[in-house]
């Protein structure tokens, strides 16, 4: 897919979303050329007949001649209107707007400055507008057809349109390319059955990635796990046919790193729950587990395409959970690459074992923040539901700032407590900690769990469990996987 920017008089797609807000007269310059072109029948149409009003999510399809089609994108009332909302109009009107177009090519309004609405977190200018639409649009346009007979007709080019493009509006619309590369990048993996995509199709997949984009590649198989005495990620992958990998990329900037820092993505290449088997539903979609990891790989794609200043390490534990014969059991007492030791409770708790030793790697990475993103707890579900990632950390600042910048992402985060009471839950009398405790504050116990195992002042723990796959599509995204984290991540990265 191409993205360009584009005078407003000069785009040569067929078809061109154009917002419109409920309740507000003055319409866009890309509005009045298109109702221009339409001899004023655009405008007379909505204001005689009163058939659209603007309303949040609401469309009108408008057709001026053979071969340009406007569809209007109603934003809802100006007070009303969130960055998430805003991208959820966009997805929306894109993957209508792919329904319209015979030239596989669609327009987008640049839209202006939103500082006026007043629950749009602040400062959104045209750069922020020039990255989501592009971003949110590719996420309305996602499908999934690797193993459909009948290919899905896709959309090749975009057009932001607009009459004043800066050097930073240009910036910023590459920012969101690459943003939305990387995450239709993760989704295409996440899709992936797990029978494909193991352990070792994951870590070829990194070794590409690293040829292509020159990082430093350090990739490690089953034995040199065990010389790196990684015991604790090694139980959880002995019961599998397919070996576990151990991946680490690293990009380092020209100059010298404005700040370093570690990506930690959980790997699970399929949870079956080992022997805590779980049952047939809750296994449905456990190839979704290695969402973590795909995503630091598209991550730091965009990374490297940007040229950031920043150096970034991404790694991952990639392993399949089992049950067999050779499978780790429950009272098996692991030790991990720190030497702390693990009674393992419940073996389906998985990902907090690999996850222990990935981020006690880290710690010789010399890096100013380690950061983990894992589908770990099916109790963030429960609490936050399908739209709402959970942020657990050491350092509240951090917290704090990441929380915000998901905001201007047009991402949903909430803070979960990780408090120092929470060890009783974990209590082992012949180990060091037990790796589950009860029913109790599952997502908080995990992330506990995975403090120990960390020396960074500045961890920071993402439990996209409920938000990583959808059941069913929301307003942005089609059922599937939902690259979840990955705009907020890098819009993080690059701050
Ligand atoms: N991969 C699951 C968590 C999960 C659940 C992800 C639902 C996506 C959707 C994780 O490994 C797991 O099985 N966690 C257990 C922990 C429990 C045994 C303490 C869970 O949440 O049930
Ligand atoms: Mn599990
Ligand atoms: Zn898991």
New binding site residues.
Partial sequence: MRFLTKKIEEFTSDTIICFFWEDYKPKSNLFDYLNKLSNNQLLNQIETYKIFKGEFMETFKYSINENIKVLLAGLGKKDKLTRRKFSQVIANAARIAKNMTKNNSIGIELIENLNECINITKNFNKEDSAKMSLCSARIGLYEFDKYLSEKKPKIETIELLDDNFTKEIENAAEIGAYTSFAMKFTKDLVNEQAQIATPEYIANIAAQIAKEHKLEAKIYDKNQIKELNMNAFLAVSQGSVHEPKFIHLAYKPKCTPRKKIALVGKG?TF?A?GM?I?PAT?ML??K??MTGAASVLGIIQAIAKLESDIELHVVAALCE?MTSGSAYKQGDILTAMNGKTIEVD?T????RITLADALTYCDKLNVDEVIDIA?????V?VSLGNNITGVMGNNQKQIDNFIEISKKSGENTWQMPILEELKDNLKSNIADMKN?GGRQA?TST?AWFLSNFTKSKSWLHLDI??T??LDKSNKETLQGPTGVMIRTLINYLLS
């Avoid at 589908?375 to 109790?379: D, F, K, P, Q, R």
């Fill in positions: 699970i949870d729950g805590n779980k809750s979609t456990m979704d587990d959970n419940n389906d708790a998985e990902g589908t770990l707890t099916g109790a579900i589950t599952g995990a469990a409920g990583a796959y």
